[in-house]
């Protein structure tokens, strides 16, 4: 079965909305329950696809259309799964504050060992992680060239971090931090933003990078104004959760084909992947489009 590698890197800050909550973030983001780590739904991801692969209305595409046959149908008539298959957005590498350098782009052992399960990234441009605290403080791992690293410390946010030693020369030689962040550059190689991964990269404990992610969302404040009384309406003010800009996810796109979706000279996976990057390598997720929100590059691989 064929599968590819998508990347999506968010231009504008993203909300994937979770519904209501109860403490003081009003519309928080979809998080996973165990990691709290950001994610996108695969049904989100799929329904973003549909619309700019197809603009015809509900219920007015012709029968065996293209967009039936690769994401499916669900109407009153007629029921069919696609031969499109999506998994959801996982986490890849998320920017935080940095005190020298601007911002890190930080990722974990977590992640990067589910990105090299899931073919995102090679085995082989993984290092050796050595995370373990020195003198009661946490260390983070960079490369020789990191732009966020003063005096052998990195402090993140309001987190200090001690840089962790080199590990000792092995045989045959381990990856090291420059070879992890040349394969995650590859990822969108000729973006002027991420190419700068390199002088922007840490890896983090699994524990940190949780921490990260709960508390470095943006919050953004929302009001409506009553015209007549010029003052907020009832229920019309609360902070909505955004996942911000720079931020790296990855999926995985694979095909099923059944007696009644027969062969056809491209595979479908050919024919997505023709027609999104011809559209620009560019779609819109999740909520607030008419505000700029969910803007997002696209870049495809075949899986590692």
């Not at 039936?68 to 959801?88: C, W």
């Not at 998320?94 to 990105?115: D, H, K, Q, Y």
């Not at 962040?181 to 969108?188: M, S």
Request: aromatic residues 8%; hydrophobic residues 40%; proline residues 7%.
């Amino acid at each position: 079965m064929q599968t590819k590698v998508l990347y999506l890197f968010t231009r504008t800050p993203l909300h994937i909305g979770a519904g209501n909550s109860a403490g003081y973030v009003d519309s928080p983001v979809q998080r996973e329950k165990h990691t709290s780590f950001v994610f996108i739904p695969a049904s989100s991801f799929k329904g973003s696809c549909v619309d700019l692969w197809d603009t015809a209305p509900d219920g007015q595409r012709p029968e065996n259309s293209d967009t039936e046959i690769l994401f499916g149908a669900n109407g009153k008539t007629k029921q069919q799964a696609g031969q499109l298959i999506f998994t959801e957005g996982r986490l890849l590498a998320f920017p935080v504050r940095s005190a020298t350098g601007c911002f890190a782009w930080i990722t974990s052992p977590l992640l990067l060992r589910r990105a090299v399960q899931d073919g995102a990234l090679p085995a082989a441009a993984i290092p050796k992680f050595n995370l373990a605290p020195i003198n009661g403080q946490q260390s983070a791992m960079a490369t020789s060239k990191s732009a966020v690293v003063h005096n052998n410390r990195l402090v993140l946010e309001n987190e200090p971090f001690v840089l962790a030693p080199p590990l000792a020369p092995t045989s045959p030689p381990t990856a090291s931090m420059a070879d992890l962040a040349t394969a995650l550059q590859k990822c969108f190689p000729a973006d002027a933003i991420w190419s700068e991964i390199l002088h922007h990269l840490a890896v983090v404990s699994d524990e940190m990078l949780s921490h990260f992610v709960e508390t470095s969302c943006e919050l953004s404040p929302h009001v409506a104004i009553s015209d007549h009384t010029g003052t907020a309406i009832k229920g019309g003010l609360f902070n909505q959760e955004n996942v911000p800009a720079e931020t790296l996810f990855y999926l995985t796109i694979a095909e099923r084909r059944t007696a009644t979706q027969p062969l056809d000279v491209k595979s479908p996976i050919t024919k997505f992947v023709e027609k999104i990057v011809g559209a620009g390598g560019f779609i819109q997720i999740g909520a607030d489009a008419t505000t700029g929100l969910g803007q997002c590059s696209l870049s495809f691989q075949e899986s590692a």
